[in-house]
């Protein structure tokens, strides 16, 4: 079967058609690209300058802690908190006896012995 006239479509642009604008395009291209990425590393290495100094020097927190908060940090309200429980549940999997909140710890810890002779003399 025959095609219509409008069924046929044109042929695309060949290389060699305005090779000299092309040519110049892609050598602007090539220029901006080396300029943002230059930039991109510069603000990189001032980030990783920043965390090392704050976040490792002077708080001592290790900067893979850190990141993970931020990552939870920058979740909206409802995807956080589901984070911060699938986080609770795997580690408290993982790691059979450990505590992960320090408010857990502390409801749930077996009285000492002053604690229980206080309470039992009230």
């Given at each position: 079967?025959?095609?219509?006239?409008?069924?046929f479509?044109?042929?695309?642009?060949?290389?060699?058609?305005?090779?000299?604008?092309?040519?110049?395009?892609?050598?602007?291209?090539?220029?901006?690209?080396?300029?943002?990425?230059?930039?991109?590393?510069?603000?990189?290495?001032?980030?990783?300058k920043?965390?090392?100094?704050?976040?490792?020097?002077?708080?001592?927190?290790k900067?893979?802690?850190?990141?993970?908060?931020?990552?939870?940090?920058?979740?909206?309200?409802?995807?956080?908190?589901?984070?911060?429980?699938?986080?609770?549940?795997?580690?408290?999997?993982?790691?059979?006896?450990?505590?992960?909140?320090?408010?857990?710890?502390?409801?749930?810890?077996?009285?000492?012995?002053?604690?229980?002779?206080?309470?039992?003399?009230?």
């Amino acid at each position: 079967m025959a095609k219509r006239a409008d069924q046929f479509q044109e042929d695309p642009p060949k290389a060699n058609h305005n090779a000299k604008a092309r040519k110049e395009i892609i050598r602007k291209v090539a220029s901006d690209l080396d300029r943002i990425e230059a930039e991109i590393k510069e603000k990189r290495e001032e980030a990783a300058k920043i965390r090392n100094e704050k976040i490792k020097g002077e708080l001592g927190m290790k900067i893979a802690d850190f990141n993970l908060a931020r990552r939870v940090y920058k979740l909206e309200d409802d995807d956080r908190a589901e984070a911060v429980d699938t986080f609770r549940e795997a580690y408290e999997a993982l790691c059979k006896g450990d505590q992960l909140d320090w408010l857990d710890a502390t409801s749930q810890a077996p009285a000492t012995n002053g604690a229980a002779e206080s309470a039992a003399a009230h």
